[in-house]
């Protein structure tokens, strides 16, 4: 079997040839820029500025990310069959693609960044943000990835990655919310937490607010492993970020294994 380093390498270098096509790579990098710009020089003060950076990440990067994902995944899907008839490695396949999708995304997403640097933001707090806007960005991408191995058709396969982007978006908070209302979770209102922040939508959004000290609801700090867990909750958002790239990497590997050939 062709080397994992090999494989990895090739699909990576052909994912960013590719990706230089791709229509949704292209609207993503004019809306980072706008928005870069825009909240640059029209934030009301440089206090609003990582307010509005994070709406940013919470609503433009997961849609694009899944989108660019499984658009990505359908390309091939002409020569999907013959690729895998090749003596190649489905893991390094998947690692490959998702690398230079991350790599390019990353990249892009600091168009919205840069231009608040020249606005007077700090760069610490900047890049704290940026860095996990990498991170969803990262989690969305490989979220359509996963979309996009395990569906052959191009339209059917949008539909689903928009529905998956609006249930993390929306509809699990408002499962989030009904929950609360029911008196187990009142009772037990770590376990509702843990359930929340297991959304890495949710977990960037409450750990940017708490980063910058703008906290929308009250929680029970009375716990120690609940105290210790707030005051962790920028690493918590990095490190469920991992969890789920690592799992949607397997699920896209084990979708390739069941391809019919």
């Known amino acids: 079997m062709t080397s994992l380093r090999s494989t990895f390498v090739a699909f990576f270098r052909r994912e960013v040839r590719t990706g230089c096509r791709n229509r949704f790579l292209h609207g993503f990098t004019l809306l980072s820029l706008l928005g870069g710009i825009g ?5 009301p003060s440089g206090g609003s500025i990582p307010f509005l950076q994070l709406q940013v990440i919470l609503y433009l990067i ?6 660019i994902g499984v658009s990505s995944a359908h390309g091939e899907l002409e020569e999907r069959g013959v690729l895998l008839s090749q003596p190649i490695s ?26 608040a640097l020249f606005a007077g933001a ?8 940026w860095a996990q806007g990498a991170s969803l960005a990262a989690v969305f991408l490989l979220l359509g990835l996963a979309v996009g191995f395990s569906t052959g058709d191009r339209v059917r396969g949008l539909i689903y ?7 993390l978006l929306v509809g699990f908070d408002l499962l989030a919310f009904g929950g609360a209302q029911a008196p187990f979770f009142q009772r037990a209102p770590v376990l509702w937490l843990a359930i929340l922040l297991f959304n890495p939508v949710d977990a960037v959004r409450v750990a940017a607010l708490f980063q910058l000290e703008e906290i929308p609801f009250q929680v029970p700090g009375d716990a120690p492993f609940l105290a210790f867990w ?29 391809y019919p050939v």
């Open 39 to 43: 909240i640059a020089v029209f934030a």
């Open 62 to 67: 997961p849609l694009f990310g899944v989108l």
């Open 90 to 115: 489905r893991f390094a396949w998947v690692g490959g693609k998702a690398a230079a999708l991350v790599l390019t995304a990353g990249t892009i997403l600091a168009l919205v960044f840069v231009p």
């Open 122 to 129: 700090r760069f610490w707090p900047t890049a704290g943000l």
């Open 161 to 167: 990655a928009v529905l998956f982007w609006l249930f």
């Open 230 to 258: 707030i005051d962790h909750l920028l690493i918590w958002s990095f490190f469920l970020a991992v969890v789920w790239i690592a799992g949607l990497l397997a699920w896209s590997r084990y979708r390739l294994d069941r």
